[in-house]
């Protein structure tokens, strides 16, 4: 009697085996691979972007505090001119870097450029010479593509005491650019207003903000009473989320 209840089973038991075996083999190679486990591959690192609002670096684009309040004789902060992320990206090896000077007893600013390394790739220093808005140019081949640079803007109001000077800092990346505007290339001073205006709106649209700051910056320098050089220079400052800190006439308030 045992036997044969062995022998069920084993007959059983290998009846099941085999039909499993043949369910396997009659299975759909895409139902096959729906039930087998996923796995995630850690090759690809995650994508980054560097849009003016979804990178943030450490810097500082604004002055503040009392520290040389005594040097700053208007009450005004220094500013930077760049995005909100403290990151100026452009589509040129060798951009301009701008920044809002108030009325100040201080005679220099000092200007420097390192890689991500520490290396100095550019140093400059500047009378204020009481410009209401700095320009500081950096050499052509400045920047490597794909490469961030940090910057240091210091307004030396003291030169016996290098603590009192008043440091802003930023970052700059030259990337590769699909812009196609036929004159892209081309410097904006040579382009009538118009012309201008446009080319610094596509370099908003495409990302590319410290170009887009240097050509309204300049249009805004050269026209200050152009009724649109007034209204894109109102536009970027809102865009880069310094209306409430500059006034809206640089030339009048600075």
């Excluded at 085999?18 to 139902?31: F, H, K, Q, V």
């Excluded at 930077?80 to 100040?104: E, I, K, W």
């Excluded at 390192?114 to 410009?131: H, I, K, M, P």
């Amino acid at each position: 009697m045992c036997l044969k209840i062995v022998k069920q089973l084993t007959i059983g038991s290998g009846l099941m085996l085999s039909l499993l075996l043949l369910a396997s083999a009659l299975l759909p190679a895409s139902a096959e691979s729906s039930i087998r486990p996923s796995v995630k591959s850690s090759t690809q690192p995650p994508a980054q972007s560097d849009g003016p609002l979804r990178e943030g670096l450490p810097g500082r684009r604004i002055s503040g505090g009392s520290r040389s309040s005594a040097c700053l004789t208007s009450g005004q902060p220094v500013v930077a001119l760049s995005p909100t992320n403290h990151l100026g990206v452009t589509m040129r090896d060798n951009p301009a870097v701008y920044f809002a000077m108030p009325a100040t007893t201080a005679h220099t600013v000092e200007f420097r450029l390192r890689d991500t390394a520490g290396t100095s790739v550019y140093q400059t220093v500047l009378d204020t010479d009481e410009q209401a808005l700095v320009k500081v140019q950096l050499p052509e081949q400045s920047l490597a593509r794909d490469q961030r640079y940090q910057w240091h803007f210091s307004v030396v109001c003291d030169a016996q005491d290098r603590s009192q000077n008043i440091v802003l800092t930023g970052w700059l990346r030259r990337v590769s650019s699909e812009l196609s505007l036929g004159q892209s290339e081309v410097s904006a001073a040579e382009l009538a207003l118009s012309a201008q205006l446009e080319l610094a709106a596509a370099y908003q649209t495409a990302g590319l903000w410290s170009d887009a700051i240097a050509v309204v910056s300049d249009v805004y320098r050269q026209y200050p009473n152009n009724e649109a050089a007034h209204r894109a220079w109102l536009q970027l400052l809102r865009s880069l989320a310094l209306e409430s800190v500059l006034e809206p006439s640089l030339a009048a308030s600075y």
